[in-house]
């Protein structure tokens, strides 16, 4: 096994360190060993990053940097890390810009020439998919739904027919409400798993249809309490290529009467499947018809 974390020097550099979601033992030696040694660590929310740091043994001066920050507070850790020092980026959780800030940060960093070097570690996303038992070769992060029912709905449907496995991250006020919403959507009998406390002492992860899952969320207050991580299987191949041939026979009947790129926006709107998809699909189907009409 290689080494390099015991003999690597801290360098001049904005470190991009994951921290624990929830068991402070998965603070990794690697990033404890950087949070020692960067020049300053920009967090989140200092009170809270502080008592990992104590808990950790480790002294270095926390600066507050958040997505609201001010710019001056950007500008000012842009040009610390330009003067050749090191800073370490961390968040409340996990691994920053994963729904959490950093992300202006970085590319400003990366802009500039400053190097960028990740320390990679816990992530609610990849720990959550790495126990949910549901497909993990491909898969869609959509983060936090929308908060409101009806917007969420809407964002639910536009994903109605993606055949990789959803995640989402939910708060403990929307993880019924939202779950009802993918129920609807999605509909009662797919597959889903909610993961709940990860690492923590009241860990779960439930797996079901997302009536079952509606049903465990109702019947104890103490299911819908902590952090959630909610996962929905794909739609399934053959509702996809129901769905499919549905839309090449609207796209078809559409081509006879409207010009191509007419009628791939109305079929898009008509049977939700992505405009430019259709509009691509449009021209093969009237080259091929073409074609058959040269030769006839
Ligand atoms: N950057 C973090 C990461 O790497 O996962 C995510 C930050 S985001 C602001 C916080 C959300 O992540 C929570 O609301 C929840 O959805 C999810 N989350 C974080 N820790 C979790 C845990 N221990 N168990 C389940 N979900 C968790």
């Keep these: 096994m290689h080494s390099e974390a015991q003999s690597e020097a801290v360098q001049a550099a904005l470190y991009v360190v994951a921290t624990p979601i929830g068991n402070l033992e998965d603070l990794s030696d690697r990033a404890r060993k950087v949070l020692s040694s960067v020049d300053l660590i920009a967090a989140e929310d200092t009170r809270h990053s502080g008592r990992l740091l104590q808990h ?60 960028v070097r990740p320390i990679p570690g816990p992530c609610a996303l990849t720990a959550a998919l790495s126990v949910a038992g549901l497909a993990s070769d491909r898969f869609v992060f959509e983060g936090f739904p929308p908060a409101k029912s009806q917007a969420r709905r809407k964002h639910f449907e536009s994903l109605q027919q993606e055949s990789r496995t959803l ?20 509909g009662a009998g797919r597959e889903a798993v909610i993961c709940r406390e990860l690492t923590k002492l009241w860990e779960a992860v439930e797996s079901g249809s997302l009536q079952s899952l509606c049903t465990w969320l109702a019947q104890d207050d103490n299911n819908r309490r902590g952090e959630f991580v909610v996962l929905v299987s794909g739609a399934p191949a053959t509702e ?14 559409l081509l006879e ?12 709107r008509l049977t939700g499947w992505r405009k430019n998809a259709l509009y691509q ?7 091929a018809h073409n074609k058959q009409e040269g030769s006839d």
């Design 167 to 186: 995640i989402f991250y939910e708060s403990p006020h929307r993880i019924e409400s939202s779950l009802q919403d993918m129920q609807e959507v999605f």
């Design 257 to 268: 009467e409207l010009p191509v790129k007419k009628a791939a926006a109305l079929a898009a």
């Design 56 to 115: 950790s043994g480790i002294r270095t001066r926390l600066y507050s940097y958040h997505d609201h920050s001010q710019q001056d507070r950007e500008e000012r850790l842009l040009s610390i890390l330009s003067e050749g020092r090191s800073v370490a980026l961390i968040s409340d959780a996990g691994t920053p810009l994963i729904s959490d800030p950093g992300y202006s940060l970085v590319r400003k960093a990366r802009q500039q020439g400053i190097p």
């Design 240 to 253: 996809q290529s129901a769905l499919e041939a549905q839309a090449i026979r609207t796209l078809d009947v």
């Design 281 to 287: 699909l449009a021209l093969e189907r009237q080259d």
